[in-house]
């Protein structure tokens, strides 16, 4: 298939006369809207849609250049002249459309599209029989899919928690979990983010079939670039070339796609049997780049919010209890509103929300749990039922079963659910056994010398940023503790350097309190940053208020995939007779860490905790949809 010329919208003599140099925004309708820039003859363009979740931008009101638009979404900033975001600042580039003025003077806007990797060799759809394709929910983003007689597991967390301490499952997995795993075909893990490829599921895996097949998609960061460092033994890891299919059989085949937003880690997953299509888009910001098949029969997608640590971890400035409150809650909705909006776009048959069933549950998290609001399921199905009364919606409980043929066929019945008081919503989680193994490298010899700081932020290779930062370890309710290091990193030269008060220059500062035993845990294993930020592991105030993306994004996910040399580290400061620090360690130990404040709801803990009884009710049945109104924001948003 050849790629395709489509022209978008064509301006008369007199129009394009009219367009004024620098930007100019046109709508055409809601689903037609344009940014042009105009320097003296030459014309750029692009469609007035974010990348980020496809909000639309306006003028920026604070840009005194008239050069800068403003998403109303996020904010999220674009400058036309470039066709680059300036906030996030050095972060993305926007698509830009073909223009061309033609003899009679009229201004042609034309967008080419390259073929659609799933509209290569397309199949004819054929009939299948009820039980012939199962889709069984297991926990978060991990379903079991049936084929016949092939078995696809998808993102396997079912057992132990995610970022380091700070997710845990909020549902019982099926008690037979390991060994149906174990026995399957073929597993799919989308990105490196430990809620889908999890170490402590994986570990159990290993120990009863290393041989599975495992397939991720071929990102710039390697899905398994820890593996060796994990001491999990899987033997049979594929990687797969975006937009290819991949043949299981005659009848089944898939593709991985990458993310618009994170084509350097997220992916998501197109199956195709016999032509029915299943799409799961997992965490992708902006899947395929906002290029998705139409009218599948399964779509799944992630729908909570609250995977992240902003605004919770962060003090000081605007953000009060009320400002995170008020933020949180505007923030959730908006995401309903554009989840629903791709729903509608790709129309599929039957749509189900995973991918964000985790919880807060360790008792140091108390406060993140009662503040990061997240949606629930029923209430996303709710609002597409309100918008598309022709798709058909899934609440997934841990062992209930779609059946294909009988969803695609109008059978009322074609969800089956487990036997009455069979358990679903975990209760119980047992902390000390992963916390405590967390928190041993507390007391890793590298950290008796203080030269570990220079060792390791020179290992991370981040430089040349005006940019300084406070890193101070806490305990775990993020009080001073015996032995913890506070100190000062600036990245603004060829290499970092460490001084012992902030510059005097213009510089942007981060200070962040680190939970110690995930800080040393990052620091020992070269890990990637999500577990202090996105596992709530720390608490973040910045000056100026501004998000850092070349920073969080080197962290997060362009670290060196060869672990920092700390034998290497430690020869050498044995060798030159290095000073040992007084105290770098609790003399309490692991108890120490825990903290025993009681200020601000803080609790000491026990190894065990149960939730309580509320959560079921939260999930089972939804927050309630704010939906008074909720056409005219949805006609608003939609673009």
């Not at 979740?53 to 998403?71: A, H, M, P, R, Y």
């Not at 759809?125 to 926990?139: A, L, N, R």
């Not at 991918?355 to 597409?384: C, M, Q, R, W």
């Amino acid at each position: 298939m050849e790629q395709i010329r489509v022209e978008l919208m064509k301006l008369s003599r007199t129009e394009t006369s009219r367009i004024e140099e620098g930007v100019t925004l046109i709508n055409k309708s809601e689903n037609e809207k344009y940014i042009i820039f105009r320097d003296s003859d030459e014309f750029t363009a692009c469609k007035n849609v974010c990348k980020h979740q496809g909000g639309t931008f306006i003028k920026d009101i604070e840009d005194s250049s008239n050069c800068v638009l403003k998403c109303t979404k996020h904010g999220w900033k674009l400058d036309p002249s470039t066709m680059r975001y300036v906030n996030p600042p050095d972060s993305f580039r926007q698509d830009q459309l073909v223009t061309e003025i033609d003899d009679d003077g009229c201004l042609t806007l034309t967008e080419l599209k390259p073929p659609q990797p799933w509209e290569t060799n397309k199949r004819d759809m054929q009939p299948i029989v009820p039980g012939e394709v199962k889709i069984t929910y297991f926990t978060h983003a991990c379903m079991r899919i049936e084929f016949q007689n092939t078995v696809f597991f998808t993102d396997p967390w079912l057992t132990g928690p995610a970022f380091a301490r700070g997710w845990w499952l909020m549902h019982e997995p099926p008690a037979d979990w390991l060994d149906q795993l174990a026995k399957a075909d073929l597993i799919y893990i989308s990105h490196l983010h430990s809620d889908h490829l999890n170490y402590p599921t994986l570990k159990l895996l290993s120990e009863k079939n290393p041989n599975i097949p495992i397939y991720v998609g071929n990102t710039s960061m390697p899905v398994f670039c820890k593996l060796e460092d994990s001491g999990v033994q899987l033997n049979n890891i594929n990687v797969l070339e975006f937009g290819s299919w991949h043949e299981v059989n005659k009848d089944l085949r898939f593709m991985i796609m990458m993310d618009g937003v994170h084509p350097d880690m997220d992916t998501c997953l197109l199956i195709d049997y016999k032509g029915h299509l299943i799409l799961n888009t997992v965490d992708c910001t902006n899947p395929n780049g906002g290029k998705l098949p139409h009218n599948v029969d399964v779509m799944m997608s992630d729908f909570a919010g609250g995977a992240s640590g902003f605004p919770m971890t962060f003090s000081g400035g605007k953000y009060t209890e009320e400002w995170k409150a008020k933020f949180v809650k505007n923030e959730r909705k908006k995401l309903l509103y554009y989840k629903t909006q791709v729903v509608r776009d790709v129309a599929p048959k039957i749509y189900c929300p995973f991918a964000g069933y985790f919880v807060e549950a360790h008792p140091s998290d108390k406060y993140v749990k009662e503040t990061n609001f997240k949606n629930g399921p029923a209430t996303l199905n709710n609002l597409i039922k309100q918008y598309s009364p022709e798709i058909n919606t899934w609440t997934p409980e841990p062992g209930s079963v779609l059946d294909l043929a009988k969803a695609i066929t109008g059978d009322s019945d074609y969800v089956t659910y487990p036997k009455e008081g069979t358990k679903v919503m975990k209760d119980r989680w047992d902390f000390d056994l992963y916390v405590n193994e967390i928190n041993k490298n507390y007391d890793n010899e590298i950290f008796a010398y203080p030269e570990w700081i220079q060792f390791y932020y020179n290992w991370t290779g981040f430089n040349e940023y005006n940019l300084v930062i406070r890193m101070i370890e806490t305990d775990d309710n993020f009080e001073p503790i015996e032995g913890g290091y506070d100190f000062l990193v600036d990245f603004n030269g060829r290499k970092p350097t460490y001084p012992t008060e902030r510059p005097q220059r213009e510089h942007s500062y981060l200070e962040m309190k680190n939970r110690m035993g995930v800080h040393r845990e990052t620091v020992v294993h070269g890990l990637f940053w999500d577990n202090l930020y996105i596992g709530f592991n720390n608490r973040i105030s910045r000056e100026p208020d501004t998000f850092h993306y070349l920073f969080w994004n080197h962290m997060q996910i362009l670290l060196k995939k060869d672990l920092p040399s700390w034998d290497e580290f430690l020869e050498q400061q044995r060798a030159k007779g290095a000073k040992r620090k007084a105290v770098w360690k609790p003399s309490g130990g692991l108890e120490a860490l825990k903290g025993c404040s009681t200020k601000k709801g803080h609790i000491p803990y026990s190894g065990v905790s149960q939730s309580n009884g509320n959560l079921h009710n939260y999930w089972k049945f939804g927050v309630p949809a704010v939906i008074l109104g909720g056409a005219l924001l949805f006609a608003y948003v939609k673009a």
